[in-house]
């Protein structure tokens, strides 16, 4: 467990020995935290967006999630990997999207565009009506959202809770997938894997590769979407495929 002491005098360098004692998490915080990302999380703790980080909700290539409290309340923290992601995959997604098209091609930059990217793209959908953890604060590679789960357990990936009803929520998914396009964005990387089951209730998540409708790449990306899910939904009796789906999202149009 990581307790963040909310003391404006801490500024030593080895804070993370002094924060973390699970032996798993300080890896995991050593692999990820350097002394800017360190700042950064404190300066979202002074502003009371969380006052305790206690573990990890998920990890990933590029980043990892953890839990967060304030009170009673939980919260998610996403932390991008300065080192370690694969730029030139983010690049991919980043270049060609008019709203960031002013991005410099470093470390630093690409990161800092990315996670405000994922911010953005989930006001968009939460705006939209689409269920995604609420965006609630950004600032450099850290992002603060809602903490999708009951009673602090985090919800399970659709990939291993499918829903018990999978015919209701493909046509859900069909629509938010129309509403997505209404509003211009293709999430880019819809599958399993970025859907919550949180008993029952359909939310997507990482929508950090998000992309405009006008990305060179977009509809390559829709087709992509559309493929993983209907095969996905398919698997589980819902009578599919990518063609039948497609035309599901544009009659929901």
């Known amino acids: 467990m990581l307790t963040i002491f909310m003391e404006e005098e801490d500024k030593e360098d080895n804070r993370i020995e002094r924060f973390v004692k699970n032996k798993q998490v300080k890896k995991i915080f050593n692999d990820v935290f350097d002394k800017a990302t360190l700042d950064t999380i404190f300066s979202l703790a002074r502003k009371k967006y969380f006052d305790e980080v206690e ?19 939980y919260y998610a923290l996403k932390i991008y990997k300065i080192e370690t992601s694969d730029f030139k995959h983010m690049m ?46 950004f600032k450099r590679n850290c992002l603060v959202m809602e903490f999708i789960g009951e009673d602090g357990e985090a919800a399970k990936r659709a990939k291993y809770a499918p829903f018990r ?30 859907i919550l089951n949180n008993n029952e209730e359909m939310v997507i998540i990482d929508v950090g590769q998000g992309v405009s409708t006008i990305h060179p790449k977009a509809g390559e990306f829709f087709e992509r979407d559309i493929r993983n899910l209907a095969k996905w939904f398919s698997k589980y009796g819902v009578e599919t495929n990518y063609e039948k789906m497609y035309a599901d999202i544009k009659a929901k149009k």
């Open 55 to 73: 573990f990890v909700i998920a990890t990933g290539k590029e980043g990892n999630v953890f839990r967060c409290k304030s009170g009673d309340n």
């Open 92 to 137: 991919d997604y980043i270049a060609g999207d008019d709203r960031f098209k002013d991005v410099q091609k470093n470390k630093f930059n690409i990161i800092e565009a990315w996670t405000k990217k994922e911010f953005r793209n989930l006001e968009e959908f939460t705006k939209a009506k689409i269920r995604v953890p609420l965006p609630i604060a």
């Open 165 to 194: 009803n999978m015919q209701e929520k493909y046509e859900l998914m069909c629509d938010y997938m129309a509403r997505m396009v209404a509003r211009k964005v293709v999430h880019a990387d819809l599958s399993e894997y970025n």
